[in-house]
């Protein structure tokens, strides 16, 4: 079989701008979401939710739905008690987890809360029996403010915990008294992070299907964690995890609300098991907004300590952290992950940080893209600004001075990480440079002299990726990966990952090619079902490549391991390499295809010593460290003062992902994240009345950006690999969100500083920068 | 009440009994079997549902099947031909203008709509032309740049 044809021609497509092999189902509209799948049988499930933020449950009158013709089944909070509480995943110490049923029992705590369900044939009668369900309540008094819910006398969301408070956690580094006792200035801020509601273009959905035959449930379910789903839906329901499948189809959008484990998972679920028939719940967009977890929602109370020349010496925070009315998977582990990244890129190593947990009667708080981190870069962000303009020093200058050095590295921070790697100036620099910020500061005062409002804002900021170490996660935080090579040396990868937007079917290809020596179109990467993919964790916290990157990395080294032993048994030569799609001998340049040699594998007739047959290797990768990206985003504003309209007069990202896979790729993540960065800057803001009303409940009202209200992003990189993982790759994912919010408000707060502005809160909407400026002129 | 509807869709003529009170996207996808146009929010906010309905482009949450009747669909299944793309599919995929790809149906609609009306828009005249279809992922900037290079193409 050994032949001597010429190797294949390979090119090197790690660092490529390529287009996506998953595009062409996506726009031809031939890709399967949740929604395009149909079972024969298939029923349709709607959901009865409160509309009251805190009530008592007095009576469900569901006889109407039951007698609509069509309907097949009306479940209650009372015939779903034995179904598991929703998961928490999160283990504070002292942590109070209300029991969070899947349907409502006697009480509802947040508007939205599910009461019932209803199942028919179609969904349109589904919809009308549920509008035919008449819930008599008793409406009780709500916390909807976390701040207001912390005072004494107010309505208690669960009354077993009449204080609302449902942790309280304490981290410290370095000696913050000495820190304090030594600085020559303290500045204080309250600085919020508002409730955001994230917003995938596709809601939630689940289609779950019991065979009773088999005892064993297929769910069909819209998430970024498969394996996780499974194993958590399988112990709601007391199913063994062999007899429960997690299928995830093409997913409309994540960013972290799909990072999670459902009450309606579990609830179709156990309505499919009591019917018999597959059913399906797509989530409406109202839907969406009440029942899909919300982001954000900080209060951080901060001081920051430092010398008259900038050195930063020190940081206190105080944290109030709007829980909402439920633990969901990750709730309270959120606001951990700010205290984390407190110190930002800076060398003081003096921190003191107290979360208090807050409940609500409001929807859940959960990971919305970049889940605690943006939080802190927020704060920290602003903070050295308004240091930096309390000793009248250049934004630029104060970081310069402050950042933790090359040669630092890896630095151990005071809330206990270890970064990794990082030339933090450089993207600052590159910035600067590429903003041209000298004669940007020139303009700027002439504009002013001219009456203009513009506005110069920077902000660097780290991040922490590639979740996680194990020990630092709630569920294991390594990821993992099958590569197979067919017979036909075709190459599957199987990643544990669950990409869902970002790409990895082509950055995984990429990887996959480069290492086997094969074009792109040899590989196809295959993610999101169970009864196919070996166990993984998911995608969130900026891991998929971060994480399942090195996992396949891994993979394939132990796939060309075996691959040379076949070579050596193919070419009769222990002096074999693996190169460019095939085993080379060295001494004879005899040469054997991957098809050649997958074949030998498969067919079985000689084995290399102590060999297995077939073409196949898996690899779990637990990484030694989580990876710190950083970077530097230079905004320049221009306010309009007759309306107090923003208008982003440029926006300049250089960020420092470690090595790039896919420069196409990257670009379009950072514009996603700034786009989300940018919609908390300026527009999206979840408004709660005093009854815990949603008033920003639908599309209508909660202001994602359209294309319009986006600048042009001049988005740049450098690269600093890290040294956490063989590929050198940090991750992308949450970078531009973290990075812009921060530089807008900086900016925005520059171009106001003239008229005395030293701090506002975000949304920075027209009305809020015009009531501004009003009180400026008057003052 | 049902009703009796014919619409050619994608140049095939069909004809089908449904309520009168069914949405064209339900139609669409759950009659039709058409899921390329998909529903995001149902008040016509988003575009994820946009379909061409006698060469105009519409949301098709926000109007009854029936409406259609007498009339002529195209849907994103319908704009490769002969297994070629149409330039503006093409484009998204050359400039990376989608990613979870839950919009690009609709998205692709609206910007091959844009283009028909406008042959050589500016990007602010992009921006406004697909300004009623919402994008979470890519910040619509690789967008810009995908019917910006159609135009060219179809120039």
Known sequence: ?779 | MKRTITVTINGETRSDEIEARLLLIHYLREVVGLTGAHIGCETSLCGACTVELDGKAVKSCTMFAVQANGRSLTTIEGLAKNGELHPVQEAFWNEHGLQCGFCTPGMIMASKQLLERNPNPSEGEIRHGIEGNLCRCTGYQHIVNAVRTAAERMK
Not at chain 1, 80 to 98: D, N, W, Y
Not at chain 1, 326 to 341: A, D, E, G, N, W
Not at chain 1, 682 to 693: A, H, I, R
């Open chain 1, 1 to 779: 079989m050994a032949t001597t044809a010429a190797p294949p021609a390979t090119g090197k497509l790690v660092g490529k701008r390529l287009r996506r092999k998953e595009d062409p189902r996506l726009i031809t509209g031939t890709a399967t979401y949740v929604d395009d799948i149909k079972l024969p049988g298939m029923h349709h499930a709607c959901i009865v939710r409160s509309p009251y933020a805190a009530a008592r449950i007095k009576s469900i009158d569901a006889k109407a739905a039951l007698e609509t013709p069509g309907v097949v089944a009306v479940y209650t909070g009372a015939d779903t008690k034995e179904v598991g509480p929703v998961p928490c995943g999160a283990s504070l110490p002292g942590l109070r987890v209300p029991h969070h049923y899947i349907l409502a029992t006697d009480r509802v705590y947040f508007v939205g809360h599910p009461v019932a369900v209803v199942v028919a044939g179609d969904k349109y009668v589904a919809r009308d029996a549920a509008d035919s369900i008449e819930v008599d309540y008793d409406v009780l008094p709500a916390a909807a403010d976390p701040e207001k819910a912390l005072t004494p006398g107010a309505p208690a969301v669960h009354p077993e915990w009449p204080d609302n408070t449902a942790f309280t956690y304490h981290q410290e580094g370095g000696d913050i008294a000495q820190a304090f006792a030594e600085a020559d200035v303290i500045v204080k801020q309250r600085i919020t992070s508002q409730r955001l509601i994230p917003t995938p273009m596709e809601t939630r959905g689940v289609v779950a299907d019991w065979k009773p035959g088999d005892k064993a449930l297929t769910l069909y379910s819209s998430t970024q964690i498969p394996h996780l789903l499974r194993s958590l839906v399988a112990g709601m329901l007391g199913l063994a995890e062999n007899k429960t499948r997690v299928v995830t189809p093409e997913v409309g959008g994540g960013f972290g609300c799909k990072l999670n484990v459902y009450a309606e998972e579990a609830l179709m679920s156990f309505v499919s098991m009591k019917l018999g028939k597959p059913v399906k719940w797509i989530e409406s967009r109202r839907e969406n907004y009440v029942a899909t977890i919300h982001g954000r929602g900080h209060v951080d109370y901060l001081e920051i300590a430092a010398k008259k020349d900038g050195t930063i010496l020190g940081l206190k925070l105080k944290l109030i952290q709007d829980l909402g009315a439920y633990h969901q998977l990750l709730t309270p582990v959120i606001p951990t992950l700010s205290v984390l990244m407190m110190p930002g890129l800076y060398r003081f190593r003096n921190v003191t940080a107290d979360i208090v947990g807050v409940f609500t009667n409001c929807v859940p708080t959960d990971a919305y893209r970049g889940a605690g981190r943006p939080e802190a870069t927020h704060a920290i962000e602003r903070m050295v600004d308004m240091l930096a303009a309390e000793l009248k020093l250049d934004p630029a200058d104060i970081r310069l001075k402050n950042f933790i050095q090359p040669e630092e590295f890896p630095f151990a921070t005071a809330t206990g990480l270890t970064y990794d790697s990082g030339q933090y100036d450089l993207p600052l620099r590159k910035a600067l440079e590429i903003g041209g910020y000298a004669a940007l500061r020139a303009e700027q005062q002439t504009a002013r002299v001219a009456g203009k409002l513009m506005g110069i804002g920077i902000a660097t900021y780290g991040e922490i990726c590639a979740f996680g170490p194990s020990p630092a996660t709630p569920a294991g935080g390594w990821e993992s990966a099958t590569v197979k090579v067919d017979p036909d040396g075709k190459v599957t990868v199987l990643t544990g990952s669950c990409h869902h937007g970002q790409g990895e079917e082509t950055t995984f290809a990429q990887i996959a090619a480069d290492e086997l020596g094969i074009g792109l179109d040899d590989v196809v990467v295959f993610r999101g079902d169970t009864a196919i993919v070996q166990y993984g964790i998911g995608t969130f916290g900026s891991r998929g490549t971060a994480v399942g990157g090195p996992a396949l990395y891994y993979a394939l080294q132990n796939l060309k391991k075996k691959l040379k032993r076949y070579g050596e048994s193919a070419l009769g030569s222990d002096d074999v390499r693996y190169e460019a799609g095939q085993c080379i001998c060295n001494k004879t340049g005899k040469t054997a295809s991957l098809a050649q040699l997958a074949g030998a594998s498969y067919r079985a007739l000689k084995l290399p010593p102590d060999e297995e047959p077939g073409m196949q290797t898996t690899f779990f990768w637990e990484p030694p460290n989580f990876t710190f990206p950083f970077g530097a985003h230079l905004v320049v504003t221009e306010i309009d003062r007759d309306t107090g309209r923003i208008e982003i007069k440029r926006y300049v990202a250089v960020d420092d992902c470690g090595k790039i896979i896919n420069p196409l790729i990257v670009d379009g993540q950072v514009h996603g994240g700034v786009a989300q960065g940018l919609g908390q800057a300026l527009y999206e803001q979840v408004v709660y009345d005093d009854n815990g009303q949603l008033l920003s409940g639908e599309l209508t009202d909660y202001a994602i950006p359209k294309a319009t209200m986006m600048p042009w992003v001049e988005s740049h990189h450098t690269e600093t690999p890290s040294p956490v993982n063989p590929l050198g790759v940090k991750g992308v994912g949450e970078a531009g969100t973290i990075g812009c919010s921060p530089a807008v408000v900086n900016s925005v707060v520059d171009a106001l500083s003239s008229l005395g502005v030293r701090h506002l809160d975000m949304p920075l909407t027209p009305e809020k920068i015009w009531n501004v400026i009003q009180q400026g002129a008057r003052a």
